[in-house]
């Protein structure tokens, strides 16, 4: 008897507990509730209708009792917040925070360990996290797994790429959630290495659309000492689960209380602009912590770089030698070496002569003889640099031609060598004054058997943010786990590659036409990306005619990615010859943006067209991009965006009338006329085109 | 026809190249021959009575062919060598290296791969590696196993501690090989934690002594880039075979050719002294690689340490509060913390006034109210002192007094903390004029995973040894792998502990009273050993009437200590009162050499008795120790050591006739007499005692 009042009262309780929350505009709503044997779960309902059904939620430890059931509701808080911040470089001026909260208090009966669970519901999606208060039960704990669903009730069309540890340059697939199937993947796609991808795990950001119109993205915000969550497909039921990047003995994450997970976060919307234009992963993330943000400047850079990987010249200096094991004296150079101090001299030249900020130089330094894909510990020693490239005379040209110089430190994967020398490498960057590191990880970590995705790694790239701080350097860092946000905590944290970039299509089957409108669905929901536009020499065939490989847009919609993928850190990739060609288009380079007063998604459907507009910080100034997929395209933009009464001159570079990205890439024209908030622009895309604007107010 | 023609040519080569080598007294003859199908193998024959018969070698490598059979021999060649090196601080002034050389190169028909086994020969020991020479065939390659076997033919008495990867601070076991049983080991020894440690897999060195009393060492030399060798033993046939430690995943070694392994070292002698006095793993390692060596300099010191283990303070501020989440404002002291700047300058006081060289101050550093047992990664920053150490107000008062001050660095394993900080570590240290270091790995590794005696920890230790050398600083590491000869090539690396020091008889079983007479047969072959000596409050129950343990020596023992461990850093490592009250027996302590023109070992037994004669660097004074196991000792010394001719005042530090390790173990008394090198020396050790002699020439 006493058993059944019991089993009544928690019963009761657990009604009365039932909770839930809605979004500002009301369109989001979310319930929680305690299921089976106190298992906790939530649904998420969009204009009344259910988009994640019943899903549970739960942590498993190592050697402790699972978070996943027996737990009671202790007590539900639901609270409001709207505020808004500046970012230090971003896509707008201020950025809004508006969401409604409500944190579940719960305690597991048996082990008496509290856990919260906290929803923010945003108008244009849902977050929640896993939170572990400060107490007596639960200090240091090892997540073995997160137990984390979201529940669909149809076979979304799903842009997904496979869930590797390793990487994530992978091209996108676009198929039902019921057709994912990593074992039917290309091979052929220029990843260099993979870890075991299981049958139907993807990466988050997954971009998904409903039969019915509806677009969903399942990711996450605030990774910090964490790992990167993938998710798990059934591929039978639409359901999705939390897949934790393990370490190299299998276990997932190291915390000691008080401490949170990841926010998890599903956003939602009728309109697919609400979702590129969402700026909800850096809402919440923690504020900036720093307190001097004065060096952190938007940069448009050239660099020594594309010509490495177009194949006219080497990031090392001396073929297949071994540099690590013989003094740099006993090297023989092969004349290929691209980071040579009279070649350096010539794109700072070239960038001061076209008003850019930077100059990056790679294979600057000692170890690219023997580099990558032997999972080697001491490759690079990031201080010594080659015979033939000087530090001290390149630092004093760019200062003469005011021009400013970006390090690059490629570890190859060698994370413990790169800690052991960091402080050594960013003093030796103020002793020459670069203001800027571009990182790389190319290939297997080591510590050996950490994977690039994993707890181990994402605190890797934050502390050398953080390292960066110290020093009041800037971060660009490539092959790391994607950003979720971290770039508002430490904006010197300005830039990230993570996904796949420009360079795939110099060197294997490339981008798809598809792809630079997927990326900002998807990558750059979590920060900005060094995508490396700006390819003038679309074809491979330029430099050998033997290559089949191409960059697979039109010159015009290079140029448009400018506006389209969002970067306060923009290079123009090519060479200055291919530039000094197209002196005209190149213009548009020259003069765009990095950072932004305002921005407006005009035109957005993911895998197919992007149109965005944005105004200079700063500036009367807009700049428009419009880019599409393999699919020509015309659309009419009403201007509307602009200053009121304002006339602006609009020079409008576009596809040439017979441009294709295959048959015609580099066929472009531009064209001026004035513009008023009144006008209507028309913009005629070829396939795999784009086009770029820029509005200049006439005074 | 023509197959069976191949096969007596291959056995032909194979006996034409059945190779001997010799040392140079002739009684070590050392056999090497391919068996089987083109197998490794060797014996070694002592005065022709064999020792190791046909023991096979071979390595395993993951994804690669074994290097274990089909081998042919390419050549072998003989050499001979006969040095004579200087080592900065040692035993001597000069050290003989003569030995005679064997290599065999070998080549593996299936893979073309090259190897060679490259066999040394000194009078005391035979040593052996494998060398990969710099070839097409093999270039990366990870070792997952070494087979290297050592097969004894008898039931050798063993003084063995158990294979466990992470600490090497076992009580010795004295058991026959046939009865070595992990699963029989005391658990109660105070081993703060362990890993697998297999049924019966022993560390090296492995001392033993055969039934006929030949004493037989199995150790290695020169561990670099390498994990440590343990051993298995197979305890029905006496054959011992390599165990090398994983790594994280399970591989033992990344290696990339050249290359060599470390020599596993095979000594021999019907003499045990020719064993404690063997100087062969200094000799088996490369010279010195530093160009500068003049800061390494002997140090005799105090320091704040003592009083935490015997529980007068602690090493945390503020209790069990969690330094690293608080700012150190933010603690509230407990009133215990002993490394203040108060207490400091006390120590300091008390070196200046009897001439020490160093205090050492442990707990100086925030983060030991959560430090250890978590497997917490970030728990000290090795740069910020707790609020009541004044690190510039103690430099100075150091520097006024003529002391230097050394620095403490405990890691509590996790090594990826610190070597993110070790350049600002030493440039602290720098700053504040400490010239050495004392490193602690308390705790399981990380990278996590990883185990203290891996190929990545081996790498650490010795990579801090090359960093500190860059600072111009001296090494001292704890809860490292055990030394195998670095310091010869690093000489910075100045003392490591890697054994069960005299800390253990201060909280737990203790260590035995044999426990100091099997060290300089196993711990000390390669290179000194921080044992902190010098104890004269034997029993814990002065501190606290509760307290049941002690020192298992007497007073006199703790002095002869400071002669029969070598160690060129020694500690006084009572509390400044515990001195004060007897400063006659701190005299011995306080005149006590610790770099050596010459050392005689005149009589040893592993775990019964050890007596030394050693003459200071540059001086014509003596030092001897004599110290025995738990049972009583009489012997008569003769000291034709000392130079012909001169007359030498004798000081002797003895037990007391009532003296016992037990019963009255701080019972001691002092005699002077007059000595020449015609005199002769009664000893008379107590249980668990000893005696110190100062011989000073009498001008």
């Not at 790429?161 to 019921?178: C, M």
């Not at 307190?291 to 938007?298: A, E, F, G, L, T």
């Not at 594309?306 to 071994?322: K, L």
């Not at 679309?538 to 993928?565: F, G, P, R």
Request: aromatic letters at 12%; charged letters at 25%; a negative charge.
């Amino acid at each position: 008897m006493k058993k059944i009042f019991s089993i009544i009262l928690v019963l009761a309780l657990s009604l009365l507990h039932a909770q839930s929350v809605k979004s500002p505009s009301n369109a989001l709503e979310v319930n929680f509730k305690l299921v089976n044997n106190g298992q906790p779960s939530y649904t998420v309902n969009y204009n009344g209708k259910p988009v994640i059904v019943e899903s549970t939620l739960g942590i498993k430890l190592k050697d402790k009792t699972a978070l996943d059931a027996n737990f009671e509701v202790q007590s539900s808080k639901a609270d409001t917040f709207n505020e808004s911040w500046k970012p230090v470089l971003g896509q707008k001026a201020s950025i809004v925070n508006h969401y409604n909260e409500l944190t579940i208090a719960l305690v597991q009966k048996a082990t008496n360990v509290k856990m919260n669970i906290v929803f923010k519901v945003y108008d244009e999606g849902v977050a929640f996290r896993y939170e572990f208060p400060k107490q007596e039960k639960l200090n240091y704990f090892i997540i073995s797994d997160e137990e984390t669903h979201f529940n669909l009730t149809e076979d979304y069309k799903a842009f997904w790429i496979p869930g590797d540890f390793d990487t994530n340059e992978y091209p996108y697939n676009e198929t039902k959630l019921s057709e994912i199937d990593n074992a039917k993947l290309d091979k052929n796609t220029g990843i260099g290495m993979t870890t075991d991808l299981g049958k139907s795990r993807v990466q988050a950001p997954l971009m998904m659309k409903s039969p019915s119109g509806l677009y969903v993205n399942i990711f996450e915000a605030a990774v910090v000492n964490y790992p990167v969550m993938h998710l798990d497909v059934d591929v039978t039921n639409y359901k999705l689960t939390s897949h934790l990047v393990p370490n190299a003995i299998g276990d997932k994450a190291y915390l000691q209380a008080a401490c949170v997970s990841p926010w998890r976060t599903i956003m939602i919307s009728k309109d697919a602009r609400d979702i590129v234009g969402s700026q909800m992963i850096l809402n919440l993330n923690e504020p900036c912590k720093l307190d001097d943000v004065s060096y952190i400047k938007p940069m448009k850079y050239v660099g020594i770089w594309w010509e490495m990987h177009v194949g006219i010249s080497t990031w090392d200096y001396a073929g297949s030698q071994n540099a690590q094991n013989l003094s740099s004296q006993d090297l023989i150079p092969t004349g290929k070496h691209g980071a040579t101090t009279a070649n350096t001299k010539k794109y700072i030249d070239f960038a001061a002569k076209n008003g850019f900020d930077g100059v990056l130089v790679e294979g600057w330094n000692v170890g690219w003889e023997d580099w990558a894909g032997n999972w080697k510990e001491e490759v690079f020693d990031f201080t010594t640099p080659y015979p033939d490239f000087n530090l001290a005379e390149v630092t004093a040209y760019a200062k003469e031609k005011n021009v400013k110089m970006i390090m690059h430190h490629e570890t190859s994967g060698s994370v413990a060598n790169y800690e052991r020398h960091l402080d050594r490498a960013f003093d030796l960057m103020k002793k020459y004054d670069y203001p800027a590191v571009k990182t790389g990880y190319v290939g297997k970590i080591i510590p050996r058997g950490e994977f690039h995705d994993g707890q181990t790694m994402v605190n890797h790239f934050n502390f050398v943010a953080r390292r960066a701080a110290d020093y009041k350097l800037m971060l660009n860092s490539h092959e790391s786990s994607r950003p979720t946000g971290y770039s508002r905590t430490y904006p010197n944290y300005i830039d990230a590659e993570a996904a796949r970039g420009n360079e795939f299509n110099a060197w294997s089957v490339g981008n798809a036409p598809s792809h630079e409108t997927i990326l900002p669905f998807t990558r750059l929901l979590g920060g900005p990306m060094d995508y490396t536009p700006g390819i003038f020499e679309i074809k491979m065939s330029y430099y050998d005619k033997n290559k089949k490989e191409q960059v697979h847009t039109t010159l015009a919609k290079q140029l448009a990615l400018y506006v389209t993928m969002y970067s306060p850190l923009q290079m123009a990739a090519d060479l200055p010859e291919s530039y000094e060609k197209h002196m005209d288009a190149f213009q548009f380079i020259k003069d765009v943006a990095l950072d932004w007063d305002d921005t407006k998604i005009l035109e957005a459907e993911p895998g197919d067209y992007l149109t965005i507009a944005r105004k200079t910080k700063g500036k009367e100034t807009w700049f428009l991009g419009a880019i599409t997929d393999e699919n020509a395209r015309k659309s009419e933009i009403a201007l509307d965006f602009l200053t009121k009464g304002q006339k602006y001159k609009a020079i409008i570079y576009e596809d040439a009338k017979d441009a294709d990205w295959k048959k015609n890439p580099m066929a472009y024209k531009i064209r001026t006329v004035e513009v008023t908030n009144k006008s209507k622009l028309n913009l005629v895309l070829a396939p795999g085109g784009g086009t770029a604007v820029s509005f200049e107010p006439i005074k």
